[in-house]
């Protein structure tokens, strides 16, 4: 039987059909931990344990970045329609600061300051620590932007930023004259 498929860098075979070309398939992968460590960091907020919620904060911030690498070095791979809409959405996050800061000021910054200088925004001495009497657990308002967001909202809004993105990618990947 003839090869009729191309051969990727490690030999393998590239799969040929529709969710290879159009889905960002692995970074959406990435995702779905990053939903898992969003609770694991909820529940340790109540706890109270500050090494787990520490532990949780880092695994949270360190997958939501993962997205991105893993969008970029392997679903790009996929097919060139996907790799075409993820260079443009790329651009147009790089391009159009202001409206993708929660890209850039936490889910990028939160990650490079964690494993950079092993700091993080919610345990900064010059945070705003709120105590409740409902809930004796603390937590640390994050500005992003002109926004301030609980440890747990930062971790919700850059899980739904990436939902909203990944869509675009992969509506774009599947209609490129759109």
Same mark, same amino acid.
């Given at each position: ?73 392997? %679903?790009? /791979?996929? !097919? @060139?329609?996907? =790799? ?5 959405? #790329? ?54 932007? %002109?926004? /301030?967001? !609980? @440890?747990?909202? =930062? ?5 739904? #930023? ?17």
């Amino acid at each position: 039987m003839a090869d009729t498929w191309p051969r990727t860098r490690r030999g393998k075979k590239k799969r040929n059909d529709r969710y290879t070309k159009y889905d960002a398939l692995a970074a959406r992968r990435v995702l779905r931990d990053a939903y898992r460590a969003r609770d694991e960091f909820s529940a340790a907020l109540s706890s109270n344990n500050l090494a787990e919620i520490r532990l949780r904060w880092i695994t949270a911030t360190t997958l939501l970045r993962a997205v991105g690498h893993v969008l970029k070095k392997i %679903d790009s /791979s996929r !097919s @060139p329609m996907l =790799a075409r809409a993820i260079q443009t959405a #790329w651009d147009r996050w790089d391009r159009h600061r202001f409206h993708h800061f929660i890209f850039h000021e936490f889910i990028k910054k939160e990650r490079d300051t964690i494993l950079k200088e092993y700091r993080a925004s919610i345990f900064s001495p010059i945070s705003a620590k709120v105590q409740s009497n409902e809930n004796p657990s603390f937590y640390t308002a994050i500005l992003v932007g %002109d926004t /301030s967001y !609980s @440890p747990p909202g =930062a971790i919700d809004s850059s899980i739904q #930023w990436w939902e909203t993105e990944l869509g675009k990618i992969e509506s774009e990947a599947r209609n490129p004259d759109a």
